[in-house]
């Protein structure tokens, strides 16, 4: 009987009998973006950056573009915002570009918004591009300060196709937290 117990406890143990085994699953489709992507868009490191920057940016209550701006991003992208709350811990939002779109258009709606690229640093690793890129914000194109300056942390995957923008994060620039010399200066 102690033995019985002992070869039932292995069996179980040792996971299901191979006729019991799922089958392996079919490879993944390519994936497919919300929107068809301009090539000239998706060319390039410049092109797809300068792209992002251009869609967001406009007058209050100039359409913004989010066809063009949906076809950059690689299904299942992820955007978020890191900060500080009221009482000095670190908090980020993540949304999907949908998200931002649908809590973005009020604002720039009501309000001119231009967001450019002041300074670049980047790293690649086979398909895998890090973008960190400083930016500004105005609220006129052609405003002589910016109301805000920060880092978008950019990162992209190049299937050999196109690029696809995989994730935007960012955070603003603050007394504590600087724009490094070093990436103003790599513009």
Do not use: C, K
Request: glycine letters at 10%; zero cysteines.
């Amino acid at each position: 009987m102690r033995s019985m117990v002992l070869a039932a406890a292995l069996l179980f143990a040792a996971g299901p009998a191979p006729a019991q085994t799922a089958p392996a699953a079919p490879p993944a489709a390519a994936p497919q973006p919300a929107a068809e992507a301009r090539p000239g868009d998706v060319a390039s490191v410049d092109a797809i950056v300068a792209a992002l920057y251009d869609v967001i940016s406009g007058e209050a209550g100039e359409a913004r573009d989010w066809a063009r701006f949906h076809g950059l991003f690689l299904p299942g992208a992820i955007m978020g915002g890191a900060g500080r709350g009221p009482d000095g811990t670190a908090r980020m939002r993540v949304s999907s570009p949908a998200d931002y779109v649908t809590r973005n258009t009020p604002h720039f709606q009501a309000n001119a918004f231009y967001e450019r690229e002041i300074g670049r640093r980047v790293t690649r690793f086979g398909p895998l591009i890090q973008v960190l890129s400083a930016y500004e914000i105005r609220t006129a194109r052609d405003a002589a300060e910016p109301v805000q300056r920060g880092v978008n942390a950019i990162t992209l995957f190049d299937d050999g196709q196109r690029l696809w923008v995989t994730s935007v994060t960012w955070a603003g620039e603050t007394a504590e937290t600087p724009i490094p010399a070093d990436l103003l200066a790599g513009s």
